[in-house]
């Protein structure tokens, strides 16, 4: 029977067979979240994010969503909320218009009012359907730079990963990583200016674009280097404007912010607004967010702490084993890294914004050692619960 079993999935189509892992996948989650959210209800838990309608619909758009049904329900507000002392306070401006758009279009075709949780339903929906191509699409770059062995590993280990009920809650998370993984495949190929459209929504759907452009930067100085004059003048001219375009895209939310709401700096004001309980007030200066929040919680420690996990990430993606996932992974992933670090503040919703690096699961050494595959299989499906349990009941995504 194993046997049979071995062939059916060696002979099926890879997608067909990615997709039935995802719809594995996505039971698991849709379980664990169903189980804990009854559990929760029964034995009268509290809930981190607060939610007027208590059904499992607003509990799979608890949080940040909200602000998502508020853009797809009102739009932007044209003046920015402000606390007692004139300080911009958290408001719909932190977030991209892509995914609450699809959901208002996709309720017009079904021809359904956004009311209630109506737009949690849907989101559901619309995002457990980009999560599917996301897995799709992180299999083909994968597949395409090491190998279909790896690639499977690797879809599997990012559909049963401890963060990968993400990809099925009404929050623009999995639409992001499939429009990443898109480009990241073009960028594979060579298709430079085909990475431009998947790149403009991105850039709309949540912030870190610029990973792209800059990993497009790096790619073209290595094809240079290595190439020469190989490196052909119209590859020469794509790259230059499709990382022209896409780091525009990247860089326009800010200046249309500040023009709707007449306020210089509005998004990067609201942006910091949710440092506030962190940190505390602060201006924002690149480079500084994670020895900032390392150094209120953990003092000189906790910088040395920064250091350490900076130098071991270095030291993880210039390893030759590391690079033999292509320039065009290693250097998106080192990007997404720097991007982080340069202008996010590292708290809990770190885990699910290291989602877009997905594709180092494709590394040879897990592929290559059926131990180490199977403890970071059963590691990713054990946490999913604890880290439902910590992001609903304790703290936010």
């Known amino acids: 029977m194993r046997d049979v079993i071995t062939r059916g999935v060696r002979d099926a189509p890879p997608v067909l067979v990615v997709l039935v892992l995802y719809a594995v996948s996505r039971l698991v989650s849709s379980a664990w979240l169903g189980g804990l959210f009854a559990l929760a209800t029964s034995r009268g838990w509290e809930f981190a994010s607060h939610r007027a309608d208590p059904g499992f619909a607003s509990f799979s758009g608890s949080w940040d969503s909200s602000f ?17 002392d004139g300080q911009v306070t958290p408001n719909p401006w932190a977030f991209l218009p ?74 623009a998370e999995s639409l992001m990583l ?40 790096v790619t073209a100085l290595v094809r240079l280097r290595r190439e020469g004059r190989g490196f052909r003048r119209r590859d020469r001219a794509s790259v230059v404007v499709a990382g022209l375009v896409i780091a525009a895209a990247g860089l326009a939310w800010s200046p249309i912010a500040d023009a709707v709401t007449g306020r210089p700096g509005a998004y990067l004001d609201t942006e910091l607004s949710w440092w506030v309980g962190f940190v505390g007030r602060r201006h924002f200066v690149p480079l500084t ?56 503040l590292p708290q ?28 970071l299989l059963a590691t990713g499906a054990a946490l999913q619960p604890a880290a439902i349990v910590l992001l609903w009941f304790v703290g936010y995504p």
């Open 68 to 84: 998502y049904r508020t853009i797809a329900q009102q739009g932007y507000p044209t003046e920015l909320p402000t606390d007692a």
């Open 98 to 171: 892509v995914f609450p758009l699809v959901v208002r279009g996709v309720a017009t075709l079904l021809g359904v009012e956004l009311a209630g949780n109506a737009f949690f339903a849907i989101g559901v929906v619309v995002a457990t359907i980009a999560g599917g191509a996301a897995v799709v699409l992180l299999h083909r770059v994968v597949a395409e730079t090491v190998g279909p062995a790896s690639a499977l590993w690797a879809a599997a280990l990012f559909c049963f990963g401890p963060m990968s009920f993400v990809l099925q809650v009404a929050y």
């Open 178 to 217: 499939a429009l990443t993984f898109a480009a990241l495949l073009m960028m594979i190929r060579r298709r430079y200016l085909l990475m431009i459209p998947f790149g403009v929504v991105a850039a709309f759907t949540r912030p870190g674009v610029l990973a792209l452009a800059l990993a497009l930067a």
């Open 289 to 344: 967010p994670w020895f900032v929040m390392a150094e209120t919680f953990l003092g000189v420690a906790g910088i040395v702490l920064v250091v350490v996990v900076l130098v071991g990430a270095a030291w993880f993606l210039t390893r030759r084993s590391t690079r033999r996932l292509g320039i065009e992974v290693v250097s998106h992933a080192g990007s997404h890294l720097l991007y982080l670090v340069a202008v996010f």
């Open 348 to 375: 809990q919703s770190l885990p699910r914004l290291l989602l877009p690096v997905a594709p180092l699961l494709g590394h040879p050494a897990i592929a290559a050692s059926p131990r180490l595959r199977t403890a």
